[in-house]
């Protein structure tokens, strides 16, 4: 059984900086693109930044650029969102996500989602 497990959510206040982790277990995702998508209150689910799984290049949206960044330990199954700077408009449900092409066209597996607070 697939499953992916995010941790590291909470309250920040505006400028701080926040790691969230996503355990992956059920499969090797090697191979597999690994990211994170966001869901802000009143608002649709969008891509953040992801992972290939080849090539380890990062793709991310524009908003975030110079603020997050994303790692991979292949080893350990696990993915890290660094997020920099937090601003209030970061607020939302963050979302492990993998899948087998690029994440921007959408997951083959999702996490349950951790919540992230900025304050200003």
């Known amino acids: 059984q697939v499953q992916l497990v995010e941790s590291g959510g909470g309250l920040v206040q505006a400028g701080e900086s926040l790691r969230l982790s996503c355990a992956a277990s059920?499969?090797?995702?090697?191979?597999?693109?690994m990211g994170w998508f966001r869901q802000a209150p009143g608002k649709e689910r969008e891509f953040v930044i992801a992972m290939t799984g080849s090539s380890g290049t990062t793709y991310y949206v524009d908003s975030v650029k110079g603020r997050f960044t994303i790692s991979r330990d292949y080893a350990k199954n696990m993915v890290y969102l660094h997020m920099n700077s937090l601003k209030p408009e970061d607020t939302a449900v963050y979302y492990c996500a993998a899948g087998q092409r690029g994440l921007r066209q959408g997951a083959d597996y999702w996490g349950q989602g951790t919540q992230v607070t900025v304050s200003s």
């Open positions: 059920g499969r090797t995702f090697s191979r597999y693109h």
